[in-house]
């Protein structure tokens, strides 16, 4: 999926919008389990896999939401929130450095610890520090469960759907 030529081959168009399809199915899929979700995961996995192309995945994959579940204060969130993650993998995975599980597992675990706090900014705008803060204080126990689930899915799941990404991914001869 690293090209050299600029702009987006046929190719890299039908793995980002397969990409696309199976992060929005897995996450409606999922939606009834509390705080087993695999969207953090596959984030993380597509933005090792396809970089600074992983964008058009989140932003497809918000517009997504937003149609599915309809366009509120949430959806406001998931316009950054997933950027965050990708950001994050991209300074940890620089210069090639792929790292292992348990550092993956971790960044994941943590960003879904944190996951509250970051969804919480748009309140500030709503109802001030004060309704944030308590927003995000009132969360802190289901983002706790977040962060386990995260990392426990990760650590399950990384190397499994890392090497069926290389796999997939992996340029065919004819």
């Not at 949430?74 to 990708?86: A, E, F, G, S």
């Not at 289901?142 to 340029?171: I, S």
């Amino acid at each position: 999926m690293r090209s050299t030529k600029p702009g987006l081959a046929v190719r890299d168009v039908t793995f980002l919008a397969l990409a696309t399809a199976l992060i929005f199915a897995l996450q409606i899929a999922l939606a009834s389990l509390p705080n087993i979700e695999v969207v953090s995961l596959l984030v993380l996995l597509y933005t090792l896999h396809f970089r600074t192309k992983a964008l058009f995945i989140i932003y497809a994959f918000a517009l997504l939401e937003g149609v599915w579940y309809g366009f509120h204060i949430w959806w406001v969130m998931y316009l950054y929130v997933w950027t965050i993650l990708w950001a994050v993998v991209m300074l940890l995975s620089r210069k090639g450095r792929r790292h292992g599980a348990f550092l993956w597992a971790t960044v994941n675990g943590l960003y879904g610890l944190a996951f509250g706090f970051f969804c919480s900014f748009p309140y500030v705008a709503m109802g001030g520090v004060k309704m944030a803060y308590s927003w995000w204080l009132a969360g802190l126990p289901f983002d706790a469960a977040h962060g386990v689930g995260n990392f426990v899915t990760a650590l399950v799941l990384f190397v499994p759907l890392d090497r069926a990404l290389e796999f997939v991914l992996k340029p065919r001869t004819e």
